[in-house]
């Protein structure tokens, strides 16, 4: 069965930076699209970078010049690198999968505070 297990979440102080990995299991990321998310208690989840092959990364446009989305498609990880961390970055973070079908990773928190 496929599974997303997301890594690299933690505390950070305002400016800080953070890098969590997406490792997909019983799948190949090939082509197919993989994002990023983030939810807060309280708010929808909302898109914060996504990625197919091909395209140029769809950032949210409270993380552009700070976040980048990469892949590593022989590794079936994707990473989602974060600098210049402010207090408003942290959520849960959820990496999400799309081959027709939809999966979800079980989040990482991410919380940025002095």
């Known amino acids: 069965q496929v599974q997303l297990v997301e890594s690299g979440g933690g505390l950070s102080q305002p400016g800080g930076s953070l890098t969590l990995t997406c490792v997909a299991s019983?799948?190949?990321?090939?082509?197919?699209?993989m994002s990023w998310y983030r939810q807060v208690p309280g708010k929808q989840r909302e898109l914060v970078a996504g990625?197919?092959?091909?395209?140029?990364?769809n950032y949210a446009d409270s993380v552009k010049g700070r976040f980048l989305l990469t892949r590593d498609n022989a590794n079936n990880a994707v990473y989602l690198q974060m600098n210049s961390l402010k207090p408003e970055d942290t959520g849960v973070y959820y990496c999400?999968?799309?081959?027709?079908?939809?999966?979800w990773g079980q989040g990482t928190q991410v919380t940025v505070s002095s």
């Open positions: 999400h999968f799309y081959d027709g079908h939809e999966y």
């Open positions: 019983g799948t190949y990321l090939r082509d197919n699209a």
């Open positions: 990625h197919v092959t091909g395209r140029s990364t």
